[in-house]
């Protein structure tokens, strides 16, 4: 058998696109022989994967998954929303859920995870994108559970039970029952969805971005003329309507602007048979942050004629 250096690893993986390690298993299995090595990537499909890696996955499905009163969303992406609609996808989605609820959301730990019939979840979604044809990536996960109480859930612009653009996770603390609890939790998740609050209230507010906000207001009433005593008025009373905006408990509760959140879970705690408390939320919408690829049609196109 042939010496397998480092640079014919190089050279596999220059041919083919594939990672290091499978380049030199490759090279091992068919004794150095290149040609037979780019044959054996092909016929494992870590080829195909490994050349979709560099391309922009911005699309796919967020999931949730709710077990008592623990519950998870992953967000899993694709490169176009024509794979969300695929049934393996979906399916592969789903299932990576349904792990993350037993096994944790750190995604590092989540992707070697097992995966029924497959390996690890990394496994799993790399021969699903040799199967389809499209990058893939498990982006992000989290968890939420209560002592005691119900985690609320919902999903929208649902494609499939617990798939969809826009996952919520909502824990509600409360020695109620679970099954009023589980309902309001829903109606709360729906509110999460539709209003997009950053925390449950202003302890949970990223200090920099009140910072931020701060700065706009100052630079702003500063521009006015007014003297520094009632520039500062202003920006604290800024201050409190921005946190009114983005404070979920502060927030107008969608299902009666007459009431807050705050308010409307006060007057659901005599339904509910006990004091509520939300513990905390995630709100998962398909790629957001992700800065997707601007592509040049008429390039592309004007490109195809020359080849």
Same mark, same amino acid.
């Given at each position: 058998?042939?010496?397998?250096?480092?640079?014919?690893?190089?050279?596999?993986?220059?041919?083919?696109?594939?990672?290091?390690?499978?380049?030199?298993?490759?090279?091992?299995?068919?004794?150095?022989?290149?040609? @037979?090595? /780019?044959?054996? =990537?092909?016929?494992? %499909?870590?080829?195909? &994967?490994?050349?979709?890696? $560099? +391309?922009?996955? !911005?699309?796919?499905?967020?999931?949730?998954?709710?077990?008592?009163?623990?519950?998870?969303?992953?967000?899993?992406?694709?490169?176009?929303?024509?794979?969300?609609?695929?049934?393996?996808?979906?399916?592969?989605?789903?299932?990576?859920?349904?792990?993350?609820?037993?096994?944790?959301?750190?995604?590092?730990?989540?992707?070697?995870?097992?995966?029924?019939?497959?390996?690890?979840?990394?496994?799993?979604?790399?021969?699903?994108?040799?199967?389809?044809?499209?990058?893939?990536?498990?982006?992000?996960?989290?968890?939420?559970?209560?002592?005691?109480?119900?985690?609320?859930?919902?999903?929208?612009?649902?494609?499939?039970?617990?798939?969809?653009?826009? @996952?919520? /996770?909502?824990? =509600?603390?409360?020695? %109620?029952?679970?099954? &009023?609890?589980?309902?309001? $939790? +829903?109606?709360? !998740?729906?509110?999460?969805?539709?209003?997009?609050?950053?925390?449950?209230?202003?302890?949970?507010?990223?200090?920099?971005?009140?910072?931020?906000?701060?700065?706009?207001?100052?630079?702003?009433?500063?521009?006015?003329?007014?003297?520094?005593?009632?520039?500062?008025?202003?920006?604290?009373?800024?201050?409190?309507?921005?946190?009114?905006?983005?404070?979920?408990?502060?927030?107008?509760?969608?299902?009666?602007?007459?009431?807050?959140?705050?308010?409307?879970?006060?007057?659901?705690?005599?339904?509910?048979?006990?004091?509520?408390?939300?513990?905390?939320?995630?709100?998962?919408?398909?790629?957001?942050?992700?800065?997707?690829?601007?592509?040049?049609? @008429?390039?592309?196109?004007?490109?195809?004629?020359? %080849?």
């Amino acid at each position: 058998m042939s010496t397998i250096t480092a640079a014919m690893v190089k050279d596999l993986r220059e041919m083919t696109g594939a990672g290091m390690m499978d380049c030199k298993t490759a090279l091992n299995e068919t004794g150095g022989d290149i040609e @037979a090595a /780019i044959d054996w =990537l092909r016929k494992k %499909g870590i080829t195909k &994967a490994a050349k979709k890696a $560099g +391309r922009t996955a !911005a699309e796919g499905l967020v999931a949730l998954a709710v077990e008592g009163a623990k519950g998870v969303v992953v967000e899993v992406n694709s490169e176009t929303d024509f794979v969300a609609r695929n049934t393996e996808f979906q399916e592969m989605v789903s299932a990576i859920a349904g792990i993350a609820l037993a096994s944790g959301a750190d995604v590092e730990a989540l992707k070697t995870a097992a995966y029924p019939g497959a390996g690890s979840v990394a496994d799993k979604i790399q021969a699903t994108v040799a199967k389809i044809g499209e990058n893939m990536a498990l982006r992000r996960a989290a968890t939420i559970s209560v002592g005691q109480g119900a985690v609320g859930s919902y999903i929208h612009t649902q494609i499939a039970p617990g798939l969809g653009k826009i @996952a919520v /996770i909502v824990g =509600l603390e409360s020695t %109620g029952s679970s099954e &009023a609890l589980t309902a309001l $939790g +829903r109606q709360v !998740a729906m509110h999460i969805a539709a209003s997009s609050p950053l925390a449950v209230d202003p302890s949970g507010v990223d200090p920099a971005v009140v910072e931020r906000e701060r700065g706009v207001l100052a630079e702003k009433a500063a521009a006015s003329g007014k003297p520094a005593n009632i520039i500062e008025k202003i920006v604290e009373s800024g201050i409190k309507t921005f946190y009114k905006e983005v404070c979920l408990l502060d927030q107008p509760y969608v299902h009666d602007g007459g009431k807050t959140v705050a308010q409307a879970l006060k007057e659901a705690e005599g339904k509910v048979g006990g004091p509520i408390r939300i513990t905390g939320f995630y709100r998962f919408a398909l790629g957001e942050g992700i800065e997707k690829e601007e592509s040049d049609f @008429a390039a592309e196109v004007m490109a195809a004629a020359k %080849g």
